[in-house]
């Protein structure tokens, strides 16, 4: 089974090149005109092989391509109805901002990363297309999946100011970690560059054993990772296990990022920030310092901060950590860890994961 998958994937992969990897860069590319995207056959390639790969249980995620998958299927409306150049970038930025809201419900995330991720521009022109295809699929995705949230966190108490210096503390872990983290994802690809694993058919189905051997004793760092954080925020593991899931899932991760197999990593990053929190809880708590009351909580803050070290997006993070957990209380906490991640990534001049993609 693993032979076919791999020779599916290698088969939709060589069908059409620009649907391989997350997808964010091309979108990026295709809305500043430097890339021409084949519309329909990236939206029938990118549905077919995420589907395979996401479905084998490798460590990707779903946004990347849904956003590539929103902002083709915006470019197909353009094309079909012969509108301008200037209408089809707004059409390009509100079909991704649609993807991006209807994988993980969450309308405002859509219409905020596709201004200060994709365009850099918080433009009213862009907000209002960005803005009503982001509440249109969200409409859609609530009728056809329910209004359920994508990690379910709500009711974690509120932190004491008195101990928002835990959270400067986590994240600037979460920025130091963040960047050697993106220095793997960039560099991940250089492993399938040596030997017999320059062969696409080799290398898949190798990522594939591992990724197989990992799961017949850790099944819960296989995929994106959403069930593996609720069951670690809300049970007592030791932290020996934790640093294991830690280990296993930034393995699995690079592993897959770097064959550029077609999945994002936004999951997957929000995951490894999460266990990165759970680690900082646990030492904290152990310690005396943080009450375990806050032990969720310091896992929810660790995911947006390593997401904002990761992709350089801090009003992204907190907007899609809010929202993709219920933390609707928690804005003061998420925006505190991001901020101090951003400015920990400052310090070392560094550059966001799709900017560097892009380039």
Request: proline letters at 4%; charged letters at 10%; hydrophobic letters at 55%.
């Amino acid at each position: 089974a693993l032979l076919v998958i791999a020779a599916v994937l290698v088969w939709l992969k060589n069908t059409e090149p620009q649907a391989a990897g997350s997808g964010i860069p091309q979108v990026k590319g295709a809305i500043a005109g430097v890339f021409k995207l084949r519309w329909l056959r990236i939206l029938l390639v990118k549905f077919a092989a995420c589907a395979v790969a996401v479905g084998s249980g490798l460590s990707l995620g779903r946004a990347g391509p849904s956003i590539q998958m929103g902002a083709v299927a915006g470019q197909g409306v353009s094309r079909l109805l012969a509108r301008p150049r200037v209408e089809e970038r707004y059409l390009l930025s509100g079909g991704s901002a649609a993807g991006l809201a209807a994988v993980f419900n969450a309308p405002l995330t859509g219409v905020i990363f596709v201004l200060e991720e994709l365009n850099h521009n918080f433009s009213g022109l862009l907000l209002f297309p960005a803005l009503s295809a982001s509440l249109a699929a969200t409409l859609v995705t609530r009728l056809l999946l329910g209004r359920d949230t994508v990690f379910d966190f709500s009711g974690l108490p509120l932190m004491q100011l008195a101990d928002f210096w835990i959270i400067i503390a986590a994240g600037f872990i979460c920025g130091v970690l963040g960047l050697l983290f993106n220095a793997g994802l960039l560099n991940s690809g250089r492993l399938y560059q040596f030997g017999i694993l320059k062969n696409a058919y080799v290398s898949n189905f190798t990522l594939l054993v591992i990724t197989g051997a990992v799961g017949l004793y850790l099944p819960q760092a296989l995929g994106g990772g959403d069930d593996l954080l609720t069951d670690i925020a809300f049970n007592s593991y030791p932290l020996t296990v934790l640093l294991l899931f830690l280990a296993a899932k930034v393995v699995l991760t690079l592993l897959a990022f770097g064959s550029g197999l077609p999945g994002g990593a936004f999951i997957p990053t929000l995951v490894t920030g999460g266990l990165v929190g759970s680690v900082v809880a646990s030492v904290f708590t152990h310690s005396g310092l943080l009450n375990e009351a806050y032990y969720a909580n310091i896992i929810v803050i660790c995911m947006a901060a390593f997401f904002t070290a990761s992709v350089r997006t801090p009003i992204t993070a907190t907007v899609l950590v809010m929202e993709m957990t219920g933390s609707f209380l928690h804005l003061l906490p998420l925006a505190l860890g991001s901020l101090t991640a951003f400015a920990t990534t400052e310090i070392w001049r560094a550059k966001p994961l799709y900017g560097e993609l892009f380039m």
